[in-house]
């Protein structure tokens, strides 16, 4: 292709071409010429440019494809806006020559439609120098509609828009003719047509005043029709158009004798309210609001983007002016009674309401100004209950009341809930304050008469515990008191036990949880509910339906809660049922209908709790327990076999009690083994089968499981891409066959707390529940039946499918194919075979019959199913035989569904079977779906063949890429040949792009000219799919970009890439914005000077009119800003591992702009306002502030200023935090070059006028500000991050000093910051977690020597102060608790290890350096609390001691000192984080003292006291159970801290409480410890332990016995010595010298001699005795000891000296004189030696 890099077409060489290469080389010569003529002046454009233009205007009758015809008019406008513009008109009446030419074969269109579309961008680039020629060409273009096809109305459209933009004012003339012609295309039947018809009106707005004059409703109208049987796109596009319109309608000003109309926000949102309300169809919008149309959903989600544009098109600040009424209007939505005419257009209207709110007020405004929000949701939710309140004062309330009110409330609820718990503890503000409290009214609405609005309250008030944890505990004692207050109110009782499930769900979300007497509390109070139902029949219903619903929420709180209640639990479940048949069978005869609904609600309740506890409580479920479970779902499914004749009796309103014991007992059996009920598989199996065959159910209810049975790569021919965009809860209610935009908290009350996000609300309606739970269980259950019963069902099911017709049998159809699809994947995952060959032939019938339904959906579930078949079959003619049938189909069929359904079954085949074992049939599979995808005549055939030719690329591996060459001319002809309005063609294309370039993989980095044509028609294809005006299909060229950069780099243009990002990063369309943010983070790794340096481009080259993608921040600054914006979490995290790797790459070399960056973005909260802030590098222009002020009163009715700059909201907090965390990494990666951490040195190097680098420490100052800043902030989380940054800070910088104060470090100047930083978190009502916190940072910063003054030190020693007098007056259990007692535990033990590491610090500072009498010292300030300091030091050993046990040994009923039984669990991380600091002080403070002291006991009383050898022996051993340990299980600072305490027990004078037992076992700890440690502390630590033992036994009798392994301490005391000698002094063992262990090991640094001496040391003072005997055993020991020595010389003079020997002043040496000497004396110990060394060596 390099011929084709030539200024002019070399026509030759097209000429010899083959007929598929022409176009491709054309393609690539465009691109050339494109990029090409910008770069040459106008000389040498002018003179080439009668050649070119000839030969571009030759090639418009060439049949041009769509992005050809598009480079085609691109390079001409260039050329004529570079060049000479006199050939200009010819071209244009070429151009409209070719347009008027009524030739309608389908051969001339390609040139018809590259004429308009070179016309439309000739007119938009040039403007007004193409004259008045514009009158003619508009007029024929517009006469060229009447015959025209949808490709041909789509590209007059956008050539109408592109005149109309091009000429501006200047051609107003045809903007009537325009207008007209394009609001008729507005209702076209294409919908590529509609869309680039709204775009032309969109255009047409600012420059024609008549439009926004006159004609205003009936654009408003028009769109709205334009909604009605629309897709995505099209309701995208005409809201944009919608909201534009009524944007503009707001600028409109009165004018002197002008008849049009002014609108007002209040007109405005009307025209909008007017299509959102009624939803139907008519020629205005008064017809609207006046007709009887049926609701049409379409039109709904369509106004509800209109809205969500509108609010976005006016701003932020806009919305924050007008909150009160936009939020008024928006929620009184859902009060007229057109919204909400049946149960479920009343949810899909909530929905589209919940999401206008949502999207505005969480998207657009910053947390003040959501705070706002919340306080006027909150009047509104106080004013709908005046109105309740009021109506409840008459007899009878009207029924119309309570639903307008119930709808606005539940709108209302569910935002503020939303609101709140985004702001998290931020919204402490909304529950403090009295007159902006928003609990009130909340909790107000928990006695409305609405069950919905009382579970919306329900709702509220968990989100507000989620953000809030510590109102959890005093909401739910509050609603626990209503209810006791108030149990003679039906809609109270059910109010208030709502907010008690909902906030009991809500305690997992709360890491600090809540007492645990509280459940104990809720689920004694429930059962009192339910042995006081029976009193009243009244109030019978409510109060079972509240007992179970509590006591399935406490479930939720764990097996630590519920297992002391397991006993009352069974038995309560077990009295719901009969207990016999008999009874049973007695129930049945006597009865009524309210009877029946008592016993089958509470039937219903009992299962939903039993639901609970089987997947909350699985630690429970053992055999015994299940077994008794089992007892009560028996007699529950015999009910269920009796039920139609129960309802047949008694009614038919028995039925949604039916249906909830079957969706409650269908749960159960999910959640239980399947083993444990086998015996009832038979009767079950009938019951399930009945259930989603719809056997007894006259509605067409379909599962909502379908779509994600079916493969997630599936998405792209079922649509499931909507799921992927940021409109996906309002458009999952448009989706066919799909529930799943019905939820609601109505339908199922558990879901308050069951469910496991908090965003989304709402179980789907209870009959798709029931099947969806039964289609589950029957998956599960199906591979574990005998094939006569699989073949039976399978058969059963065909029967089914037969005898249904219509709708009936398509939902039959689905529910099945979900339940076979289950069971195949289940069969699939458990290594099931599906059955004998008769049951893989009716499955194989069954499937094969569905290959051809009318119905994508079944399509694409039949094609699934028959791939997972294969996973179940090991038969490889089975295989083969469906194959082969799949190709006869396809030889044969010509229908489209036959065609597309085998197409499919053949790419999941391959996709399932895999590349190896299909490769037999490969070559068959792509010649065939090569040929289907060149059928341009069915764009919908050629959809399913890409798709599945994609999946057999992806699958084939390298047995595929025989066909890679094939395939790829494939997608390259038809990118260049397909038109851009079938996007879905587009899409598939992409897909299969992908799995070329994956198939190709490192290939594609070689240099052969085959390799070279593949890697550049995979480039010409991305550059294609980028320049496509469809979102998904600009997305999958990216990730075909980003594939291509990872296997040939350097093949990928950064330079054009980078900015094409960055650009997409403001997409409204979230799969580009994701696709964008994952390619960064790709190309971050590697690449990230060259993506900063590109995207500073685009700021550079933007323009002051232009809205800048890229401010002078830089990409970083952008990527900051999309977290505030982005919602999904996957968008969310790839952004953040982006700066990660932006940060880590680049934070070395550019420091001052990144701790810019982060210090700004932390900082911005103190400094900005919420709404009407400072972006970090843009400022917000005032020049009209006075204009504005003196027209207030027109104020409301402004949009969007003409010269207004956009507005940039302060970080929210999740921003903030994450700011944190890269400045903590900032600091880390700061930390290996000395310049930052040494302020003389960054002076000095700052000082160089050639040095431009910046260094850490010179920002001290602003690192401590913005440590301050988050430690004292109203959010919790971002004080954590604030407290870890500053002990970092501490930790890294309180040893640099300061150059210009020797003797001084340069944090003392922060020290008032740090302990103002610190104060807040000491507070009453801080949380627990923050407090622990803020003690660590105070032990930091007490230890760290920066305070040199005690008064300095005394502001933060008053602190740990205030907490211990704190920890000392609650005791435990003497306080109201408002979090978990674990949390008071953590709290507790972070301020007595804080104590300890202080105290330990003390010490260690008076051993150093004594203090001077009559001088205070920190030691003095720990003094007066030691002795209470180390009774509670001593209780936390000992629950440590406690808590390491074994499950099998039973704690004490009243558990620990700072632990419950019920907390055992969850403190053993806390307790092993602190225990090691108060050993090593426990252990300090009674070798001071003295074992024998009596500690104080002013504070928990309850502590036992213990003797004076207990507790030597509970620190010792806690200590030696640490150095027992596995290497793993402590680390190596905990092991230095324990020989420490076990050295400072060893010297405290207790030689008699050391038995020889314990010798011993000290011995071989430290033996071990030898072997297993590398760590040079611990093993110089261990000697020095090593050596205070043998001076505590060196006078003892009884360790001085025969050298016998095992029992011998002067044995295990050598065999510690010369293991250290082994390890330290190689040379004796050459095996280890020559190890990689050692190698690589700190022990080949570590100073021999040094190690020697201590060992030397030790020989010396081996215990003697004072026997004889024992003295010249010793002796003996110590001799063989010294002779392994001396023979490898590593003993020096001075350690000869030590041992006792001198050497020979004679003509012996000292060496030889040893040798003598020892073999004289030590001959009868040479078998010591020998075992010795056999042991060692």
Not at 33 to 51: F, G, I, M, S, Y
Not at 653 to 681: F, N, Q, T, V, W
Not at 1710 to 1729: K, N, P
């Amino acid at each position: 292709m390099e011929l084709a890099h030539n200024l002019t077409l070399n026509e030759e060489v097209v000429k010899g071409l083959p007929d598929h290469k022409k176009d491709i080389f054309i393609f690539e010569w465009l691109q050339f010429l494109e990029k090409v003529l910008t770069a040459l002046n106008r000389a040498d454009v002018k003179e080439r440019q009668k050649t070119l233009t000839n030969q571009l205007t030759a090639l418009l009758t060439k049949s041009p494809g769509p992005p050809t015809r598009c480079l085609i008019a691109e390079c001409l406008a260039t050329l004529f806006s570079i060049g000479d513009t006199s050939p200009l008109f010819s071209t244009i009446d070429i151009c409209n020559d070719i347009i008027k030419n009524r030739d309608d074969s389908p051969s001339y269109l390609p040139n018809r439609l590259a004429a308009i579309t070179t016309i439309g961008v000739l007119y938009e680039k040039l403007g007004r120098m193409v004259g008045r020629s514009y009158e003619e060409t508009v007029s024929l273009l517009i006469r060229s509609l009447k015959n025209a096809e949808s490709q041909g109305r789509y590209e007059v459209m956008k050539t109408l828009q592109r005149i109309v933009t091009g000429l501006g004012s200047a051609g107003k003339n045809v903007h009537k003719e325009i207008y007209k012609s394009a609001l008729k295309h507005l209702v076209d039947s294409n919908m590529s047509v509609r869309s680039s018809a709204s775009k032309c009106v969109k255009a047409l707005i600012p420059e024609s005043q008549a439009i926004l004059h006159t004609d205003v409703e009936t654009i408003v109208s028009t769109c709205i029709r334009a909604f009605d049987s629309s897709n995505y796109d099209v309701r995208c596009h005409v809201a944009q158009l919608l909201a534009y319109l009524l944007a503009e309608c707001l600028k409109v000003k009165s004018r002197t004798g002008s008849k049009a109309k002014i609108y007002d926000v209040k007109e405005v949102l009307g025209l909008l309210a007017s299509g959102f309300v009624k939803a139907g169809k008519g020629s205005s919008a008064v017809e609207m609001v006046r007709g009887a149309s049926a609701i049409n959903r379409e039109i709904r989600v369509g106004v509800t983007h209109a809205y969500n544009e509108f609010i976005k098109l006016m701003g932020a600040q806009w919305l924050e002016r007008n909150m009160t009424l936009v939020l008024e209007h928006i929620v009184t939505l859902a009060a007229n009674p057109r919204t909400t005419q049946t149960h479920i257009d009343a949810v899909y209207a909530r929905k589209c309401i919940i999401f206008i709110m949502a999207t505005s007020v969480q998207g657009m405004l910053g947390e003040k100004a959501q705070v706002n929000a919340a306080k006027e949701l909150s009047k509104v939710i106080g004013k709908q209950m005046g109105v309740m309140s009021a109506e409840s004062h008459t007899d009878s309330p009207q029924q119309s009341v309570i639903t307008a009110t119930q709808h606005v409330l539940v709108c209302s609820l569910q935002e503020l809930g939303g609101i709140v718990q985004s702001l998290g503890t931020t919204a402490t503000q909304l529950t403090t304050e009295s007159n902006s409290d928003i609990v009130k009214p909340v909790m107000s609405v928990l006695t409305h008469p609405s069950s919905a609005a009382r579970l919306a309250a329900a709702w509220c008030l968990r989100s507000i515990a989620i953000a809030v944890p510590a109102l959890l505990t005093p909401l739910l004692e509050r609603n626990m008191e209503q209810l006791d207050k108030m149990k003679s109110n039906g809609d109270a009782l059910s109010g208030f036990s709502f907010a008690i499930s909902a906030l009991l769900g809500a305690v997992s979300k709360c890491p600090l949880g809540i007492p645990y007497s509280i459940g104990k509390k809720v689920f004694n109070q429930a059962e009192e509910l339910l042995r006081s139902a029976s009193q009243s029949s009244r109030l019978s219903l409510p109060r079972i339906q509240s007992g179970w619903l509590i006591i399935g929420a406490v479930m939720t709180l764990g097996p630590s809660v519920v297992k002391p209640c397991l006993p009352t639990l069974l038995q309560l479940w077990k009295n719901t049922f009969p207990r016999t048949v008999k009874e049973l069978e007695a129930e049945n005869s006597k009865g009524d209908a309210f009877t029946w609904q008592v016993a089958l609600d509470g039937r219903a309740g009992a299962l939903g709790s039993i639901h609970s506890f089987v997947t909350r409580c699985g630690d429970l479920l053992n055999a015994e327990t299940t077994k008794r479970i089992l007892v009560p779902l028996e007699y529950a499914f015999i009910l269920l076999q009796k039920m139609p004749l129960i309802v047949k009796e008694h009614g038919a309103h028995l039925k949604a009690c039916a249906a909830m014991l079957r969706l409650r007992l269908y749960d159960i059996l999910c959640g239980l083994p399947p083993h444990s009920y086998e015996g009832a598989y038979k009767h079950l199996f009938r019951e399930l089968v009945a259930e989603f065959t719809l056997t007894e159910n006259p509605a067409n209810t379909t599962t909502s499981l379908l779509r994600d049975m079916c493969h997630i790569d599936d998405s792209v021919i079922l649509g499931a891409w909507l799921q992927e965009t940021d409109h996906k809860d309002i458009e999952d209610q448009l989706q066919p066959n799909s529930a799943s935009g019905s939820g609601a908290l109505e339908h199922d009350p558990t879901y308050l707390y069951s469910v496991s996000n908090n965003i989304d609300p709402g179980a789907l309606p209870l009959g798709v529940s029931v099947i969806d739970s039964s289609v589950r269980l029957y998956g599960k259950l199906f591979p574990r039946v005998s094939d006569k019963h699989k073949q039976q069902m399978l058969q059963h099911f065909k029967d089914c499918i037969k005898q249904a017709k219509a709708a009936r049998q398509q939902a039959i159809q689905i529910n099945i194919f979900t339940a076979v699809l289950c069971a195949l994947k289940y069969c699939a995952e458990e290594k099931r075979q599906l059955g004998s060959a008769v049951v893989r032939n009716a499955a194989l019938t069954l499937i094969m019959d569905m290959l051809a339904s009318s119905s994508p959906l079944l399509r694409c579930a039949a094609g699934e199913a028959l791939g997972r078949m294969t996973q179940c079959c090991e038969d490889n003619k089975f295989v083969a035989d469906m194959v082969q049938k799949s190709f006869e189909k396809l030889q044969s069929a010509r229908d489209v569904v036959s065609r597309t359904g085998h197409s499919l079954a053949l790419g999941c085949l391959h996709r399932y079977v895999g590349g190896m074992s299909s490769g037999q049939h490969l070559s068959s599979s792509v010649s065939i779906l090569l040929a289907l995808s060149k059928d341009h005549a069915a764009p919908v055939v050629q959809v399913w063949a890409l798709h599945a030719l994609g999946l057999i690329a992806d699958s084939g591996g390298p047995m595929f890429r025989t066909y890679v060459d094939a395939t790829l001319t494939l997608v390259l002809n038809s990118l260049l040949t397909v038109p851009p309005s079938n996007t879905d063609v587009h899409q598939c294309l992409g897909k299969c792009l992908a799995a070329l370039i994956t198939n190709l993989g490192p290939e594609l980095q070689g240099t052969s000219s085959v390799i070279s044509d593949a890697r550049l028609s995979c480039l010409i294809s991305c550059a294609i799919m980028t320049d496509h005006p469809d979102s998904l299909v600009q997305a999958q060229a990216i990730s075909c970009l980003q594939q291509l950069h990872l296997f040939a780099p350097r093949h990928v243009n950064l330079s054009s890439l980078v900015p094409r990002l960055c650009t997409s990063l403001t997409s409204p369309h979230l799969l580009l914005r994701r696709s964008s943010v994952a390619c960064l983070r790709q190309l971050a790794q590697k690449e990230a000077n060259e993506i900063s340096d590109y995207a500073r481009t685009l700021y550079k080259a933007a323009n002051e009119d232009e809205q800048q993608v890229i401010s002078e921040s830089g990409l970083e600054g952008a990527l900051f800003g999309l977290l505030d914006r982005e919602s999904d979490s996957q968008l969310k995290k790839d952004v953040k591992d982006t700066l990660m790797s932006m940060l880590q790459s680049l934070a070395g070399a550019n420091l001052s702009h990144w701790f810019q960056l982060v210090r700004n973005v932390l900082s911005a909260a103190t400094d900005l306002a919420s709404g009407d802030g400072k972006d970090l590098s843009t400022t917000i222009e005032d020049e009209d502030e006075d204009e504005e002020n003196e027209e207030d009163d027109d104020e409301q009715f402004k949009g969007v200023k003409e010269k207004e700059v956009k507005s940039h909201l302060a970080p929210k907090w999740p921003t903030r935090v994450f700011a944190v965390t890269c400045m903590m990494k900032l600091m880390q990666e700061c930390k290996d070059n000395r310049a930052h951490l040494d302020l003389a040195l960054a002076r000095e190097l700052k000082a160089k006028k050639d040095n431009g680098q910046d260094y850490l420490v010179l920002h001290l100052s602003e690192l401590v500000r913005v440590a301050f800043i988050a430690a004292t902030s109203d959010s919790d989380k971002l004080r954590l991050g604030g407290l870890e940054l500053l002990q970092d800070v501490i930790k890294t910088y309180s040893t640099v000093s300061e150059p210009e104060f020797p003797d001084h470090v340069v944090l003392e100047q922060y020290q008032a910051q740090v302990s103002a930083a610190l104060r807040p978190a000491f507070a009453v009502d801080t949380p627990s977690d923050v407090t622990a916190a803020a003690c660590e940072v105070c032990s930091t910063w007490i230890r760290s020597g920066v305070a040199r003054d005690l008064n300095d030190l005394r502001r933060v020693h008053q602190l740990l102060s205030f907490s211990l007098e704190k920890l000392k007056s609650d005791g435990r259990a003497n306080k109201q608790l408002i979090y978990s007692e674990m949390a008071g535990a953590m709290e507790k033990l972070a301020v007595l290890r804080a104590w300890a590491e202080v105290y330990i610090e003390a010490v260690s500072r008076e051993q150093k350096k004594p203090t001077p009498s009559g001088t205070e010292s920190l030691l003095d300030l720990v003094n007066p609390e030691l002795r209470s300091l180390a009774r509670l030091w001593i209780a936390i050993l000992r629950d440590h001691a406690l808590l390491s046990l074994s499950q099998e040994h039973q704690l004490p009923a009243e558990g620990g000192t700072f632990f419950t039984a019920e907390t055992r669990d969850a403190v053993k991380s806390h307790y092993r984080s602190v225990w090691s600091a108060c050993l090593h002080a426990a252990s300090l403070y009674l070798k001071q003292e003295g074992f024998g002291i009596r500690l104080n006991t002013d504070s928990l009383g309850s502590i036992a006291e213990l003797s004076e050898t207990d507790r030597f022996h509970l620190l010792l051993g806690v200590a030696m159970e640490a150095l027992c340990s596995r290497t793993s299980a402590q680390s190596d600072d905990t092991i230095i801290t324990c020989l420490k305490s076990v050295y400072t027990l060893l010297t405290s004078k207790r030689e008699s409480v050391v038995s020889p037992a314990i010798s011993r076992e000290i011995l071989a700890v430290l033996h071990r410890l030898m072997l297993t440690r590398d760590n040079s502390n611990i093993r110089t630590l261990s000697i020095n332990v090593l050596e205070q033992l043998v001076n505590t036994c060196r006078d003892s009798t009884t360790c001085c016995d025969d050298v016998t392994p095992g029992s011998s301490f002067v044995f295990s005391c050598l065999e510690v010595c010369l293991s250290i000698i082994v390890r330290h002094i190689p040379a004796i063992n050459s095996n280890l010298v020559t190890s990689s262990v050692y190698q690589t090991s700190s022990l080949k640094y570590t100073n021999q001699q040094e190690m020697t001496q201590a060992v030397c040391a030790v020989l010396v003072h081996q215990p003697t005795g004072n026997d004889t005997g024992s003295l010249r055993r010793a002796q003996c020991h110590r001799a063989v000891a010294f002779s392994l020595l001396s023979e490898r010389s590593y003993l020096s003079n001075a350690n000869l000296t030590l041992l006792g020997y001198q050497h020979n002043q004679g003509g012996v040496s000292g060496q030889q004189h040893r040798r003598r000497r020892l073999s004289r004396r030590h001959q009868g110990s040479a078998y010591i030696r020998n075992s010795l060394q056999t042991r060692l060596f």
